[in-house]
């Protein structure tokens, strides 16, 4: 209880601060967000699942957020995904005659948004196939109009197959238009727009076209000379949002490198934080007690580490290494603990070396390290704290711009390699603000938390500061 009040009176100075409660919140959502990501999914499998491309085939790409659809006056589609291994009705009988199985799969979906798909992709799973097997397509829309998007062989066990790169259904939809209407559209009608269109005056024009909407269904028939053969397809009818994040242009979930570049911020900002201010005070502390030629060489060590680049170096290094991320901070560690810090360090050691109670350590016997150690560092270990917090968002702030210039780890998942993946893909040009915003913000707000709490705890530690 003694214990326990003495902490209380001891913080109690800084309750009145806001700017440390505010920063105090900021940093622990990061913090709940790092234990919420390591454990819906580890890191290493994170990584992976980064890395695989196949793990998104789900995914639009450069989807925004789903939460936009609440602020616009037109929905913006979700992403469709229909699996005829989970749903639809499959009918499998053999052919009388000749020999062979038909197989007809018939899927049904509603689509009830204002805007059109972005893409439409269909996967082939095929079993037991020892000869090619024709293959008929059908879309059927809600006012019954039918549509082949393709007839054609199957001789593998798995296609790929992009309606929206299907040119030449594209070019017979365009025919079929004008037949249809007896006018040729004033643009060229994508598969996806074709697929969910009204099919009046008003599809001939890229401002007045309507997405139809109701009850669809998609119809496979299979014809095979092998009564062995077996087929199921899945169709992704890709949205334009999606998740709490949106995605990237590798159909990424953003979601999953916003909560895991959260832990690897901290875990850089603070290691090396920590690690640099303690090994300074070190350096410095050591210099400034033996002082003579251990004093002169680390000096003349520190002032030639000061005039050093430090950027170049580290890209220098990168084009000789392969960095992960672990690499990237003891390198950047290794050229941090020499600097304007171990001056400043050693000005204060230079002084707490001539207390009287430096002199009473002396007497009494004690060694050269248990002075440096036990009486001199932790006489201004108040006043690093400080220091060590404001300098976490430097740190984190310089591994994202060592990922913006490409230096690091390549398959980290951090919020500089985003970053750097926005601008090679152009999201600002293009539109796809979210893409660059969303790990912009969190590097912001993670700098801002760090930083009221260091400028508090700065004006808490030195008094001449609370004036101001």
């Known amino acids: 209880m003694i214990l326990t009040g003495r902490i209380k009176t001891a913080l109690q100075p800084t309750f009145r601060y806001k700017s440390l409660l505010a920063g105090t919140v900021i940093i622990v959502v990061f913090i709940a967000i790092s234990i919420y990501a390591v454990v819906a999914m580890p890191y290493d499998k994170a990584v992976k699942a980064w890395n695989t491309l196949d793990y998104w085939e789900d995914c639009p790409k450069l989807a925004y957020p789903a939460w936009v659809n609440n602020f616009l006056t037109k929905k913006l589609p979700e992403t469709i995904v229909l699996d005829s291994r989970a749903e639809g009705i499959k009918v499998k009988q053999p052919i009388p005659f000749g020999g062979g199985v038909y197989i007809k799969i018939e899927i049904p979906f509603s689509f009830e948004y204002d805007e059109f798909p972005s893409e439409l992709a269909l996967r082939f799973y095929a079993r037991n196939i020892t000869q090619a097997v024709l293959v008929t397509l059908t879309w059927v829309k809600p006012d019954g109009t039918e549509l082949t998007i393709m007839r054609e062989s199957l001789s593998s066990e798995y296609r790929y197959y992009s309606v929206s790169a299907d040119r030449a259904f594209q070019?017979?939809?365009?025919?079929?238009?004008?037949?249809?209407?007896?006018?040729?559209?004033?643009?060229?009608?994508?598969?996806?727009?074709?697929?969910?269109?009204?099919?009046?005056?008003?599809?001939?024009?890229?401002?007045?076209?309507?997405?139809?909407?109701?009850?669809?269904?998609?119809?496979?028939?299979?014809?095979?000379?092998?009564?062995?053969?077996?087929?199921?397809?899945?169709?992704?009818?890709?949205?334009?949002?999606?998740?709490?994040?949106?995605?990237?242009?590798?159909?990424?979930?953003?979601?999953?490198?916003?909560?895991?570049?959260?832990?690897?911020?901290?875990?850089?900002?603070?290691?090396?934080?920590?690690?640099?201010?303690?090994?300074?005070?070190?350096?410095?502390?050591?210099?400034?007690?033996?002082?003579?030629?251990?004093?002169?060489?680390?000096?003349?060590?520190?002032?030639?580490?000061?005039?050093?680049?430090?950027?170049?170096?580290?890209?220098?290094?990168?084009?000789?290494?392969?960095?992960?991320?672990?690499t990237l901070l003891v390198i950047v560690i290794a050229l941090s603990i020499f600097g304007s810090g171990v001056k400043v360090y050693r000005a204060m050691f230079l002084q707490i070396k001539e207390m009287p109670y430096i002199e009473a350590t002396r007497a009494y016997g004690a060694s050269d390290l248990r002075i440096v150690f036990r009486y001199m560092i932790p006489k201004i270990l108040p006043t690093t704290i400080p220091s060590i917090i404001l300098s976490v968002p430097s740190y984190v702030f310089l591994e994202a711009a060592l990922a913006i210039l490409g230096v690091g780890d390549p398959t980290a998942i951090t919020w500089g390699k985003v970053l750097d993946e926005a601008f090679s893909g152009g999201a600002v040009y293009r539109g796809y603000y979210h893409w660059i915003l969303e790990p912009a913000f969190c590097l912001v707000l993670l700098t801002l938390g760090f930083a009221l709490i260091g400028f508090t705890l700065d004006k808490i530690f030195n008094p001449r500061l609370r004036e101001m």
């Not at 727009?193 to 299979?222: C, H, M, N, Q, W």
């Open 171 to 326: 070019a017979q939809y365009a025919k079929y238009i004008k037949e249809k209407l007896g006018e040729s559209p004033a643009y060229d009608i994508s598969p996806e727009i074709a697929l969910f269109a009204k099919e009046d005056k008003s599809i001939l024009s890229p401002d007045t076209r309507e997405v139809l909407k109701g009850r669809y269904r998609v119809v496979l028939v299979v014809s095979s000379p092998n009564n062995a053969t077996d087929v199921d397809i899945k169709l992704n009818v890709y949205g334009r949002v999606f998740g709490l994040a949106g995605t990237d242009h590798k159909r990424r979930d953003l979601w999953l490198a916003i909560i895991w570049g959260a832990p690897i911020a901290l875990a850089f900002g603070i290691i090396a934080s920590v690690v640099t201010v303690f090994l300074e005070m070190i350096i410095a502390a050591v210099s400034a007690w033996y002082g003579r030629w251990v004093d002169y060489m680390t000096q003349r060590v520190n002032e030639i580490m000061l005039v050093l680049p430090f950027l170049p170096i580290v890209v220098m290094i990168s084009y000789f290494y392969r960095f992960t991320i672990w």
